[in-house]
């Protein structure tokens, strides 16, 4: 068995020692080269997404062709008793924190703090967006995907991983009765958002549903994810029928004898993405954006969850927070920093 696992053992110490890049730096120096992977949780990270890249892509396939073995043809380290470790995949893991963590020095407990993205903090993060785009080099594309995500994750405080790979199915649109004016209009556009971080025992197609809210069009152009969305769809041509432009949407549609209209995607678009953006490509543009924008400490993506987990405390109660989050009161009492702080821009 220790020669089935030393290849990969191989490839993790390699992965971590070599994950050296070129990072901007507040001295005369302006850049040093900096190792990327320092944590035995980042590591096994990477491991935990190679076996399940295997579990999908290669056993798979023996699963299909041996259905009468399905359960040998598997990869796991947590066992069908929750929170019961077990396995070769799972060795790896004690391999990284008990051996290779020494030799390569990497940290075994978490060393940053949770520290949250205030509201100001996001729209200064958005403002520098496109203010300073000449410095924030991307594809349009990049650069609208990344706005909605952000504006995503502030808003309802999800995971980075359940925001790559939005759909058009995940996105409905409708018009309907203003509910204090009836001669007026109004467009809603409900998101739904899948879960992530399931817990084995817990893996239905109902516990992975996630859930959704609505939203509508706001004043502030820059924190209005409804409008992102609109401008896109019609940007892609997704609506059948088609529409030029917003003011379309709210003319068109005929709500003499109902009081509210969905509208439908064309055929080929509910399975594409609408804003489409990996996570790699996120957190890259992310950091560029705090570092233009002249954050002081490179704050992480998770920190907008925080934030705003932080604006729901006395808003809801700690028992619906909790419910909308998956996550324990424990996990999300830790806002250690009201805020980000900023020296102003750097360039």
Same mark, same amino acid.
């Given at each position: ?19 050296? *890049?070129?990072? %901007?730096? +507040? ?5 040093? #080269? ?27 396939? *023996? ?12 990869? /796991? ?48 993060? +958005?403002?520098?967006?496109?203010? /300073? ?36 199915? *995940? ?33 239905? %197609? ?20 409804? #409008? ?6 019609? *940007? ?20 003499? %004898? ?31 954006? +705090? ?26 109660? %700690?028992? +619906? /927070? ?19 702080? /900023? ?5």
């Amino acid at each position: 068995m220790s020669e089935a696992q030393a290849p990969f053992q191989a490839f993790l110490r390699t992965y971590a020692e070599t994950s050296i *890049q070129r990072r %901007s730096i +507040l001295d005369s120096s302006e850049y040093e #080269s900096k190792r990327m992977v320092n944590s035995a949780f980042s590591l096994t990270e990477v491991w935990r997404r190679l076996v399940a890249s295997g579990q999908h892509h290669v056993m798979r396939h *023996q699963r299909r062709d041996c259905p009468s073995q399905a359960e040998t043809w598997r990869l /796991r380290w947590i066992s069908k008793n929750e929170g019961s470790r077990e396995g070769p995949a799972y060795r790896i893991v004690k391999w990284v924190f008990v051996e290779s963590a020494p030799e390569i020095r990497l940290e075994t407990v978490p060393t940053y703090k949770k520290t949250e993205m205030t509201s100001t903090d996001v729209d200064v993060a +958005l403002d520098t967006l496109w203010s /300073r785009s000449n410095d924030i080099s991307c594809k349009p594309i990049t650069r609208v995907s990344f706005h909605d995500m952000v504006l995503l994750a502030a808003i309802g405080g999800f995971r980075p991983g359940t925001l790559t790979g939005l759909t058009y199915s *995940q996105f409905q649109v409708a018009v309907l009765r203003h509910p204090d004016n009836p001669a007026r209009t109004k467009i809603i556009v409900t998101v739904s958002i899948r879960r992530n971080k399931i817990k084995e025992t817990s893996k239905t %197609s109902r516990s992975r549903a996630g859930g959704y809210f609505s939203i509508t069009l706001v004043q502030t152009s820059r924190l209005c994810l409804a #409008s992102l969305v609109l401008a896109r769809a019609i *940007q892609e041509n997704a609506f059948g029928p088609s529409f030029a432009t917003i003011d379309e949407i709210f003319d068109r549609p005929n709500l003499e %004898s109902v009081n509210s209209i969905p509208l439908k995607w064309k055929q080929t678009f509910p399975g594409q993405p609408i804003f489409p953006m990996t996570y790699k490509s996120f957190n890259e543009v992310w950091h560029r954006t +705090l570092l233009v924008a002249g954050f002081r400490h490179r704050s992480r993506l998770h920190n907008l969850r925080v934030g705003a987990g932080a604006r729901f405390d006395g808003v809801l109660s %700690s028992a +619906l /927070r909790n419910h909308i989050y998956r996550q324990a009161t424990s996990n999300l009492s830790c806002h250690e920093s009201r805020h980000s702080e /900023r020296i102003g821009p750097l360039f």
